[in-house]
């Protein structure tokens, strides 16, 4: 079975339920799903900022924590 037709079945299941339960179950299921990533919660700026380390640390342009750390213990 293909994922549209089991979406139109899971569809079709909820929409025929009287059972809140049911129900409010799959609301959650959906809630955590939309949560569990925490990209989404990042402002622009913050996902910016992450990217721009990325591409650093591509290049070669960072400092592993031990060197850093090292450097200021002094």
């Known amino acids: 079975m ?41 402002t622009s700026e913050q996902k910016q900022e992450i990217k721009t380390a990325q591409n650093q640390i591509k290049k070669g342009e960072s400092t592993d924590y031990e060197s850093y750390i090292g450097k200021h213990n002094k």
Do not use: V
């Not at 909820?14 to 959906?30: A, D, G, P, V």
């Open 2 to 42: 293909d994922i549209q037709t089991e979406k139109k079945e899971l569809a079709k299941l909820l929409l025929n339920t009287n059972n809140l339960r049911i129900i409010q179950s799959i609301k959650s299921i959906f809630k955590k799903e939309e949560s569990d990533d925490f990209w989404n919660e990042l």
